[in-house]
């Protein structure tokens, strides 16, 4: 009946400022404001990444990919001692040797080593002729052959990349 440690809880603010009651501190405003989101902009792989002082380019394996830069080609070929930077390139170069030939055309099933061959050939079934001379209009189907149309027909001396072999339809040694 008699309690008598009913007193009333002290002010626990102290310094009481609060006494017109009049609403809401500015505080609990300031908490419900959405906040802006970070955007940092940085990819959710997890794989660390190391920049190339040479190009700024970010790679996974900095080593192998100096070795752009410096022309250091530890592969070789054991066939014909031509050496790579890469691994990878080492590996489909390979192919040249084993004769494995992943990629095959999808309409008369013969099989290529290089992707850029596969689809060079498929032109032929296509009747695509992406390469087109620019003097007078004729299409090609592969880049040599509009080489040597421009060296033939036009005269003109293609410097550019003329050794390039990539667009050969292939060997056919079947
Ligand atoms: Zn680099
Ligand atoms: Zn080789
Ligand atoms: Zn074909
Ligand atoms: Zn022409």
């Given at each position: 009946?008699?309690?008598?440690?009913?007193?009333?809880?002290?002010?626990?603010?102290?310094?009481?400022?609060?006494?017109?009651?009049d609403g809401v501190s500015t505080s609990s405003m300031a908490r419900s404001a959405p906040r802006p989101r970070k955007n940092t902009g940085t990819p959710p792989a997890n794989r660390k990444l190391?920049?190339?002082?040479?190009?700024?380019k970010e790679v996974t394996n900095l080593r192998v990919?100096?070795?752009?830069?410096?022309?250091?080609?530890?592969?070789?070929?054991?066939y014909c001692q031509k050496s790579f930077s890469?691994?990878?390139?080492?590996?489909s170069h390979l192919r040249v040797h084993n004769g494995e030939k992943p990629y095959s055309c999808d309409i008369c099933?013969?099989?290529?080593?290089?992707?850029?061959?596969?689809?060079s050939h498929r032109r032929i079934h296509t009747g695509e002729k992406?390469?087109?001379?620019?003097i007078c209009g004729e299409a090609?189907?592969?880049?040599?052959?509009?080489?040597?149309?421009?060296?033939?027909?036009?005269?003109?001396?293609?410097?550019a990349a003329v050794s390039a072999p990539s667009e050969d339809p292939g060997g056919g040694s079947g």
């Open positions: 009946m008699s309690s008598a440690s009913n007193r009333m809880p002290e002010n626990l603010g102290g310094l009481g400022n609060n006494m017109s009651g190391f920049k190339c002082d040479y190009c700024s990919h100096l070795r752009v830069h410096t022309g250091e080609k530890p592969y070789s070929c054991q890469q691994v990878n390139t080492l590996n099933k013969k099989s290529f080593a290089y992707l850029y061959a596969r689809n992406p390469f087109a001379c620019e090609f189907t592969y880049r040599y052959t509009l080489k040597t149309h421009l060296a033939k027909v036009h005269d003109q001396n293609v410097n």
